[in-house]
């Protein structure tokens, strides 16, 4: 009899869990659904409002088959060295080469030598910019760069200039796209 009885309780036991396993399958279920329907349902608005978006913005130009820039928008070594100057005095006058300022300081000094050139109304001319500065511990130091590039048309300017204890050498290179 007493076989009998732990037999009873051990399957009511695993009934008991059995039934507990099984509502919490169901609750887990019901969420994983609930949350697939909605990341379908997200999917679905930002599908649709790519598209509209996308068809709002959409704009073609005709093509110009312009190859050489007009007379007076050509790109000036001098006009873009006086710009390279200018920024270097105004903001490097003065300065002590900092290891931990300067990384963030030439990528300003960047930018603003890329914008303001390009504020001198250059049409369909790409203008990249680097500046790079180079602590004076009595070392030699050569920088070079090369480019293919059409020669009637695409040129550069650079600077260099020479803090307290440091060296700043700024270039603008300017290429037609035609």
Do not use: C
């Not at 349902?41 to 312009?66: I, P």
């Amino acid at each position: 009899m007493e076989g009998f009885r732990k037999l009873m309780a051990a399957k009511t036991n695993s009934t008991i869990s059995d039934k507990k396993s099984e509502s919490d399958n169901a609750s887990t279920t019901g969420k994983s659904k609930l949350g697939r329907f909605r990341l379908k349902m997200r999917m679905l608005s930002n599908l649709g409002a790519r598209n509209l978006h996308s068809q709002q913005t959409f704009v073609t130009y005709e093509n110009t088959y312009k190859m050489e820039p007009t007379e007076n928008k050509t790109f000036s070594t001098a006009r873009a060295e006086q710009v390279i100057e200018g920024v270097f005095e105004h903001y490097l006058q003065g300065k002590n080469y900092d290891p931990k300022i300067f990384p963030r300081l030439i990528k300003t000094l960047t930018e603003l030598i890329r914008d303001r050139v390009k504020m001198q109304g250059l049409e369909r001319y790409k203008i990249i910019a680097t500046v790079t500065m180079i602590q004076n511990k009595d070392q030699g130091i050569q920088l070079s760069s090369r480019a293919l590039w059409n020669h009637k048309f695409d040129n550069y300017a650079s600077v260099a200039y020479e803090g307290p204890n440091y060296f700043a050498v700024g270039s603008v290179y300017a290429l037609y796209h035609d």
